[in-house]
């Protein structure tokens, strides 16, 4: 069952074409690679799926419903969730009151309760950081909890980021860049737990780091000055000489 159909989505910034009528589907389940090179096209698509930007032209169907005129917060309550390439941490929460931010749109309290620190509101609370002391666990940084998080460094930044939009409860995740910093025992950790997040969630993954790309997808979409140039698996991307000649350069991919 396809959870997300871009067809024929179309961008420009004044006259410079910047996505030329790129179509996409994913499958529910899917672990599926978005790669390209620097100014393919990657993070200004990843804008469009979730609202930040609109699109000129073409259609995006989300979980069968055209989400086209959505704004970014309906798109999040539908389950359409991203992280971004630079990790944004609240430098002045901790690490618990920055993962309990991403629960915030599932809040049932009204305003008044909030002040008034009624019963219900005090639940939901509750509720609110048990999960999200759930998810540190999970994610491994049940240990850095209280921790301000502008003293983290990049790695739990980025352990943090999926965090906290996990406790938005993705249907779809769209992850930009999430090894980008990383040491190498940093990202074997991350792809075991992104492996553990899919066995739930759909994920739309950008990475320039092809041996994690490699590992991790079973299909992978390929992205050249806006177009859409390839589709296919790790080792049918691997051998694509479109693929080749406008991306990875020959010998590129080690696995």
């Known amino acids: 069952m396809a959870i997300l159909e871009a067809a024929g989505v179309s961008k420009s910034f004044g006259g410079l074409m910047v996505l030329r009528g790129v179509s996409l589907t994913l499958h529910e389940g899917e672990l599926r690679g978005l790669i390209g090179p620097n100014g393919a096209g990657k993070t200004t698509f990843f ?51 920055s993962t309990m931010t991403g629960t915030h749109m599932y809040y049932r309290a009204e305003v008044w309760s909030s002040v008034l620190r009624t019963r219900k509101e005090r639940e939901e609370e509750e509720e609110a950081r048990a999960k999200a002391k759930e998810i540190l666990r999970f994610v491994g940084l049940a240990d850095r909890e209280n921790a301000l998080c502008a003293n983290l460094p990049v790695g739990e930044q980025r352990l943090l980021e999926l965090a906290r939009a996990l406790a938005a409860q993705p249907r779809l995740l769209l992850l930009d860049e999430p090894t980008a910093g990383l040491r190498a025992s940093e990202k074997e950790a991350l792809k075991e737990v992104l492996l553990e997040v899919n066995k739930k969630t759909t994920i739309l993954l950008v990475e320039h780091d092809m041996r994690v790309v490699m590992s991790l997808c079973s299909r992978i979409s390929v992205l050249s000055y806006g177009e859409l140039i390839a589709e296919g698996t790790p080792e049918e991307i691997q051998r694509d000489p479109k693929v080749i000649q406008a991306y990875l350069g020959e010998g590129a991919i080690a696995t």
């Open 47 to 97: 804008n469009i799926l979730t609202g930040v930007l609109s699109a000129d032209s073409g259609r995006i169907n989300f979980d069968g419903q055209d989400i086209g005129s959505y704004p970014i917060h309906q798109r999040a309550r539908r389950g359409l969730i991203r992280t971004f390439q630079i990790p944004q941490p609240f430098s002045g929460m901790t690490v618990l009151e």
